[in-house]
């Protein structure tokens, strides 16, 4: 199960496509932070990342995308919904350090952490409805406009992870 509200994130890191290590609750210190963590083969998680980008377009949120693959399925995901740019892509390579830190049992798993660490949402699978929520949620912690990440014009209202 994952991390519920109220945690410290735990220490974890992911790796950027480039190699370099990158510290999960530090994408929180100041600001907002929304990780996701996904398997690219999983139906739910490619119904869900058309999300990401505009879930990027909140001010002052840091958006993460945080791959359970191998580093030439997470580019080929992170071009085909067009991840890269707005949003961190990360990898989290098997056997999932990062994703076992934070409790992530099933992909997609989106975790939003408050400006100093702590866990502040959990959504598990996909949504329309939770997205927009979460979306909302973080825009509140930036101090934001609110942004609608999907409509019923992106397809399905709902997936389980």
């Known amino acids: 199960m994952p991390l519920p509200p109220g945690t410290l994130a735990p220490p974890a890191s992911a790796v950027s496509l480039d190699g370099t290590p990158v510290d999960l609750p530090a994408l929180a210190a100041a600001r907002p932070a929304l990780l996701f963590f996904y398997k690219g083969d999983c139906a739910a998680s ?51 350090p990062a994703s076992d830190a934070f409790g992530v049992l099933s992909t997609p798993t989106w975790i939003l952490l408050a400006p100093g660490g702590r866990v502040h949402a959990v959504l598990e699978g996909w949504s329309r409805d939770d997205a927009n929520a979460l979306a909302a949620r973080a825009a509140a912690l930036a101090n934001a406009a609110p942004v609608v990440v999907s409509t019923p014009a992106d397809g399905p209202a709902f997936r389980p992870g």
């Open 46 to 96: 490619d119904a869900a990342a058309h999300v990401l980008p505009r879930a990027a377009a909140i001010g002052g949120v840091a958006v993460a995308a945080v791959s359970q693959d191998d580093a030439f399925l997470t580019e080929v995901f992170a071009r085909n919904h067009r991840l890269a740019g707005p949003v961190r892509v990360l990898l989290d390579p098997e056997p999932w």
